[in-house]
């Protein structure tokens, strides 16, 4: 089976650079580099080098970094940790920096590989009509999302963890006694009123209002979306925090009070994408209550990561699960990835239904053993589970 490669120079883009370092950058980039790498903008980089010593080279690295969320090869004099990142020592050994852009390009090439074949191997997820999750409009939530989902490894800062998969450190997954902070009810937030207007729409096929503490949305049972001009600063707060019971209200209305709508209307949402950042947003490292943590579990679809905003280590936890149904808690000590991560994932999966249990009777697949569906061949489980190796998932 062939699987696609990035079959280009690795585009980046140049950060912190001062006039003279980005001359010499660019004709080394020009020269040794010019099969490896080619420089671009901003908007069409794939990968970005920075200095993190030039002048002001930290502060622009991280507003750069607010808005752009690929891998990168970064370089200073003193050794630095950066999520995601390759750290090249100054000054630059030639070898050894072709060396790093190298690595990043391969990284990006092996989840390219992995993501094409992960999907090849599992029965594919119901989508909405074409064209419903990609509006052409200018939206922080969808634009987020995109942005993020677009760069297959994501550079994360600790800001960002903490706004989609929490901030509990990890020792509360391992103390029993802590095991009340790791669990929430999805229907007591923003979360579960969102499924509640879409299967009040469906029953009635018209279209549901739903009022929050002072803030209206619609959701479109024809389209399948959501139509709201809440704004994420907004949004994100009132999906974080539980609901009280007065503040929200419900009803269907007839199709003539809904708010005029134009072609490619901004306040257009995709349901699946909405959903799927109430339920980070709402999880915080969490998973619903109930939820079995030394159970397996397993993937029944793959999820839109084109689409959907990838965590961080979604692609390895999501193949994981794919490949071998794995306890929540087995999959952190196995995968070496912190807890949250791997409920945060796990909490925006089932909210999209794409979470099955694998040992609790009806919700078994029937003929699934440990290793794989009976619809992955021999030869897509080879592939698969060399692509695991590369990304250091199995031995």
Request: one cysteine or more; a neutral charge; aromatic letters at 6%.
């Amino acid at each position: 089976m062939n699987t696609p490669l990035l079959d280009h120079p690795l585009k980046v883009t140049l950060v912190g650079l001062d006039e003279r370092a980005q001359t010499r950058l660019e004709m080394f980039l020009r020269g040794r580099a010019q099969d490896v790498c080619v420089l671009v903008g901003e908007h069409e980089a794939e990968a970005a080098i920075v200095d993190l010593d030039g002048f002001g080279g930290e502060r622009l690295w991280q507003a750069f970094r607010s808005r752009f969320y690929g891998p990168a090869v970064v370089m200073s004099v003193a050794e630095r940790r950066v999520h995601n990142a390759l750290w090249v020592r100054k000054p630059l050994d030639t070898g050894e920096f072709l060396d790093a852009i190298k690595s990043v390009r391969q990284r990006l090439q092996t989840e390219c590989q992995l993501h094409e074949v992960a999907q090849a191997a599992t029965v594919p997820v119901a989508e909405p009509p074409a064209g419903a999750l990609r509006d052409k409009t200018s939206d922080p939530v969808r634009d987020e999302g995109e942005g993020v989902s677009r760069a297959a490894g994501l550079v994360w800062d600790e800001q960002q963890i903490h706004a989609y998969c929490g901030a509990i450190d990890d020792a509360a997954y391992l103390t029993p006694t802590r095991r009340a902070e790791l669990f929430y009810v999805p229907e007591r937030y923003f979360q579960g009123l969102l499924p509640q207007a879409r299967q009040l729409a469906e029953k009635h096929a018209m279209p549901v209002r739903l009022d929050i503490m002072g803030y209206t949305l619609f959701y479109l049972p024809e389209s399948r979306k959501v139509l709201s001009d809440i704004r994420e600063n907004i949004l994100r707060p009132l999906c974080v925090m539980p609901l009280p019971q007065p503040s929200v209200k419900m009803h269907v209305v007839p199709q003539h009070e809904l708010p005029p709508l134009m072609p490619g209307d901004p306040r257009l949402h995709s349901f699946e994408e909405l959903l799927w950042l109430m339920a980070l947003w709402a999880s915080r490292g969490r998973v619903p209550e109930g939820t079995d943590l030394d159970t397996p579990v397993s993937l029944s679809g793959w999820p839109n990561f084109t689409r959907l905003l990838m965590t961080p280590n979604a692609m390895q936890i999501a193949a994981l699960w794919h490949m071998q149904p794995t306890s929540l808690l087995q999959t952190a000590k196995r995968l070496a990835i912190p807890h949250r991560q791997i409920f945060a994932l796990f909490s925006a999966c089932q909210a999209l239904g794409l979470i099955q249990a694998v040992n609790t009777g009806s919700m078994a697949v029937p003929g699934r053993d440990a290793l794989a569906a009976d619809s992955v061949s021999a030869e897509k489980r080879g592939i698969l589970g060399s692509l695991l190796r590369k990304l250091k998932l199995t031995r």
